[in-house]
């Protein structure tokens, strides 16, 4: 029984398979848009973009939607080097929940261009706008997988990058003890020295005061001598030192 369910399951998801891929995208309601005229709308914009002016191109960026200033502005860098235009390529369309995408193939000499429409669905004015537009180059295979592997290698070098970094400061916490210890028994030895230095200081200060003490004991008592007056009769009103 249960191998007749998941057989009649399969049958059912490849029959729903199958008609979605059978779907002709210009039956499909596109939020009131119709097929048709979103495809010659874009075909008019690239003819326009394609003879656009500077005139034309001072009047958009002055009175044009974020949308439609996005896709000029795009449009110039991605075509500036390309060469003449050389017609139009596939138009495809798609629509997802609240947004259909629009793609034209743009061809030129050596490459070529895509020009991508996103339209949002509103829900409260029940109308669907217009919310992006741009223009890029159409890449190959190729070019997309040594894209690709390029961003991978720069985001996985950015996370070694990090990692080496965390590593680095987390050993620094490691090393900061020992570089304070180190700053600490270098302050304790200047303090260590300064003292030193200080007792040595008044050391030599005490022994000049007592060498001081007995040359005034000398002279005093070489000067009773030669006088005969007492030594405690001397009285000394100043002292010039020299």
Not at 93 to 110: L, R
Request: with cysteine.
């Amino acid at each position: 029984m249960k191998k007749k369910l998941s057989l009649m399951l399969c049958l059912i998801i490849m029959a729903f398979t199958m008609t979605a891929c059978g779907t002709d995208p210009a039956s499909v309601d596109y939020f009131g848009m119709e097929y048709e005229n979103l495809k010659d709308g874009m075909e008019q914009d690239v003819a326009a973009l394609v003879a656009m002016t500077d005139e034309n191109r001072e009047s958009i960026n002055t009175y044009g939607t974020d949308a439609v200033i996005n896709l000029l502005t795009t449009w110039d860098d991605t075509v500036a080097e390309l060469g003449a235009y050389q017609g139009l390529g596939e138009f495809s369309i798609s629509k997802a929940q609240d947004t259909v995408t629009t793609e034209q193939i743009v061809n030129f000499p050596d490459r070529q261009v895509i020009i991508t429409y996103v339209y949002t669905y509103d829900y409260e004015t029940e109308q669907a706008t217009l919310t992006d537009a741009n223009a890029d180059l159409v890449y190959s295979l190729g070019e997309k997988m040594s894209k690709a592997a390029m961003n991978t290698l720069m985001g996985m070098g950015t996370v070694f990058v990090v990692l080496i970094l965390i590593s680095l400061i987390i050993y620094s916490f490691k090393v900061i003890p020992y570089i304070q210890k180190k700053f600490e028994s270098r302050g304790s030895n200047e303090a260590a020295e300064d003292t030193v230095v200080t007792q040595i200081e008044q050391r030599e200060e005490q022994q000049q005061l007592t060498d001081d003490l007995e040359l005034v004991a000398v002279i005093t008592a070489a000067i009773a001598a030669g006088t005969g007056a007492p030594t405690d009769s001397f009285v000394v009103r100043s002292i010039h030192r020299r």
